[in-house]
């Protein structure tokens, strides 16, 4: 069994009396690239928030494997330190990196930065502060690497030299990632964590399944477990109102055949 | 790590220029109390030592309310903890009060305006008051910017009611005299600057140490009881 890097078990988070994540559970394999998706507002910043222990969970346990980096999905426009001078204290802050790590100076050419290394930080435009903000978390040793939204505002090049560097380090360290571009998961990501239905799959079997949202009616239970156990990859219940299930897209057409004979209403088939 | 961070927090304090109004606030105020001659030492020491709690509880609240939520994740990360975070910021800030400090015991120096001359017992009499002062200062600030006592609207409100209740401690026992046993709870600033009343005092006396030991077990208890607070909050 694979080495576990982040592990969530029945995490529960509140703000302000509203529950945002309820009972999450997953874990993420050491060497991994995993993608955080899901719709607006259904706490993915958050989740990536309780990896790094930033903030702590109203209930659940986590646990984290190593020393964790971490790059908001914004940086500050305060600082009024150049490119440099900011990134060269990240560097003087990690004391203990290795020798055959990349330098500050390195990561400013491989994100076209250098040209931008003695202006100051609060002059900068949004996605040169995005590289920033992405340089300063390579520049630790972290084992695992946190990113919230780290495409945000990057120009297709710095985009491309980017992923291969995160495709280059996840040989060695664990990669999280929230992003809301179809394209991160269809490259470089080797597991999906859904926040829409709270699943956690590898990449390739996350395309082969479709989920089947219908109304949570009394009898649904009985005939998800009587009759479609065996259909069905998985059930997750999102409120009292519906009832959502991932099955292989092989047997979509079986599965909706019963649950129409069942009378039971179908909300929407699609794609996860 | 900690002389990086010191480096940075220096930088971006200073490029900020917001530490322009407190410290030339209480550069004026140095320089309105010895306007006149003849000046007793200890009491304008101890006026001076005012000041200075005041002007590092604003100096205190600017450095911290500076960061924004992004900032501080970031560095919390990158320090691997929430304390040295704190701490070294809270560092920071007393290093910078101590150039205050100087100043403070300086000014009347060059300006010969004292009574009577100034011996090694007032010179450390100064240095003790004025550090303490600044330490309680950057304590309030502290405790006000990053706990849940307060929000962000409310934090001038709060340091300003807490300000006046220190001030006015001796008074509200006084007339209030139940209140002595909640009103222990605030430093211990007027006990502190009441020893400095007569020109007597040697800083060998045995009370006024009584209260420096007091004042000094007082921040190391305010500062268990921040670190708590600020890692919940």
Request: with cysteine.
């Amino acid at each position: 069994m694979a080495e576990i890097a982040v592990a969530m078990d029945q995490v529960t988070l509140k703000l302000n009396n509203k529950t945002i994540i309820n009972n999450l559970s997953f874990q993420i394999p050491k060497g991994s690239i995993t993608l955080l998706k899901g719709k607006n507002g259904v706490g993915k910043s958050l989740t990536l928030k309780l990896m790094t222990q930033l903030i702590t969970p109203n209930a659940g346990n986590i646990t984290v494997s190593g020393h964790t980096s971490y790059a908001p999905d914004s940086f500050p426009k305060n600082i009024k330190l150049t490119t440099k001078s900011f990134l060269t204290t990240i560097q003087n802050l990690n004391m203990k990196r290795k020798s055959d790590s990349h330098t500050v100076d390195d990561y400013l050419a491989l994100l076209n930065l250098s040209s931008l290394q003695n202006t100051k930080l609060h002059h900068l435009s949004k996605g040169s502060l995005q590289k920033v903000n992405i340089i300063q978390s390579l520049l630790t040793d972290a084992d695992i690497l946190v990113f919230d939204e780290p495409f945000s505002g990057l120009d297709k090049t710095s985009e491309a030299q980017f992923l291969t560097r995160l495709q280059q380090l996840s040989k060695t360290k664990t990669i999280i990632i929230t992003d809301h571009d179809a394209n991160i998961e269809h490259t470089i990501a080797t597991h999906i964590l859904s926040l829409d239905d709270y699943t956690f799959m590898p990449q390739s079997k996350h395309q082969e399944l479709k989920s089947i949202t219908l109304s949570n009616q009394q009898y649904v239970s009985d005939v998800i477990e009587h009759d479609l156990a065996s259909w069905v990859h998985a059930k997750v219940t999102s409120n009292h109102q519906y009832v959502t299930l991932q099955v292989d897209k092989q047997n979509v057409n079986v599965v909706l055949q019963h649950l129409l004979k069942h009378n039971c209403e179908i909300i929407e088939v699609k794609d996860l | 790590m900690i002389y990086s961070f010191l480096k940075y927090e220096h930088l971006k304090f200073l490029t900020s220029y917001q530490f322009i109004a407190p410290v030339f606030t209480y550069l004026l105020w140095i320089i309105g109390i010895y306007i006149y001659r003849d000046m007793p030492v200890l009491s304008s020491y101890g006026s001076t030592a005012i000041g200075l709690f005041i002007v590092m509880t604003w100096i205190t609240i600017i450095n911290f309310g500076r960061d924004t939520l992004n900032e501080r994740h970031i560095f919390y990360m990158q320090l691997q903890s929430k304390t040295t975070y704190l701490l070294i910021k809270i560092l920071y800030i007393f290093l910078f009060s101590t150039l205050l400090v100087i100043v403070s015991l300086i000014y009347p120096l060059l300006l010969n305006v004292f009574d009577k001359p100034v011996s090694l017992n007032f010179v450390l009499i100064g240095i003790v008051t004025h550090l303490l002062l600044s330490i309680f200062g950057i304590m309030l600030g502290a405790f006000i910017t990053n706990t849940n006592i307060a929000t962000k609207s409310y934090r001038w409100l709060l340091t300003i009611f807490i300000m006046l209740i220190i001030f006015t401690k001796e008074v509200l026992i006084t007339t209030v005299p139940f209140t002595k046993w909640l009103l222990w709870l605030l430093p211990p600033i007027s006990n502190l600057l009441n020893q400095l009343n007569s020109d007597n005092l040697s800083i060998l006396n045995s009370h006024f140490l009584l209260i420096c030991l007091f004042a000094v077990i007082y921040i190391l208890i305010a500062l268990k009881l921040l670190i708590a607070l600020f890692k919940k909050a």
